[in-house]
């Protein structure tokens, strides 16, 4: 995502073995596309615009029912990030517990970490000697294991089902949101701000139970690319409350 950065702060929580976080390299891909439709955008300016459809509420609260976490769980999964420069690659661990609580914790080749991250609904909590960068919003973060959480602030404006497929539409000022569902578990999202360019999450492949097993963020503008792949996960006990501070070990 956007955590990284090249002057981490060192953190006290360490790797299986011991290994303690290092810098971070910088990631992503150059990632572009503009298409146009003048032509069409023309003929279409001189019919009136079709009545848009009616809004259902109630599609989003099925939505949060169906993707909510439901149980304490351990994933595993591994990790590769693109660049224009480079490629790095290590794993990782995510930790979820219900209500909405999640740790992230990501680890290089040799076990040296590259983040520490916790979402507790809609918080964002950081390391404290983090550095100040620019996140993911929230409810982008939650959409890479497969959780759908409205965008705070934002307003329901658009609904549409089609078969299989639910997708709804959020505005919030400046910013814009798609969610798309099928068969009840999320599949994408996309998040677009004036000068903050597009950023989006595609789940490629899903377990039965909604759980990505193949998950890719992308940041458009920065040419960033992250593509999470499971390994294992499995049901635990509760966590303990401190591990929602990233500063617990």
Wanted: hydrophobic share 40%; charged share 25%.
């Amino acid at each position: 995502m956007v955590f990284w950065s090249r002057h981490t702060s060192r953190s006290r929580f360490a790797a299986p073995g011991g290994r303690a976080y290092l810098p971070a390299p910088r990631i992503g891909i150059r990632l572009a596309a503009a298409v146009g439709f003048a032509w069409l955008a023309a003929c279409a300016s001189s019919r009136p615009d079709p009545d848009p459809a009616p809004l259902i509420p109630e599609l989003e609260r099925e939505a949060m029912e169906s993707t909510a976490p439901e149980r304490p769980r351990r994933i595993v999964f591994n990790w590769t990030a693109r660049e224009q420069d480079g490629r790095f690659s290590g794993q990782g661990v995510a930790r979820i517990e219900p209500p909405y609580r999640a740790r992230l914790d990501l680890f290089g080749p040799r076990g040296e970490g590259y983040l520490t991250a916790a979402l507790v609904g809609d918080e964002l909590r950081l390391p404290a000697a983090a550095p100040a960068m620019p996140v993911p919003p929230p409810a982008l973060l939650w959409s890479v294991v497969g959780v759908f959480t409205p965008p705070p602030g934002a307003r329901l404006s658009a609904t549409r089902v089609d078969g299989e497929r639910t997708t709804l539409e959020y505005a919030d000022g400046p910013a814009r949101w798609r969610f798309r569902f099928e068969g009840g578990q999320l599949r994408a999202v996309e998040w677009e701000r004036s000068g903050a360019g597009r950023r989006t999450v595609e789940i490629r492949k899903a377990r039965p139970d909604g759980l990505p097993i193949e998950a890719a963020y992308r940041d458009w503008a920065e040419y960033r690319e992250l593509v999470l792949t499971l390994d294992r996960a499995e049901d635990v006990e509760p966590f303990p409350p401190e591990i929602w501070s990233p500063d617990s070990p």
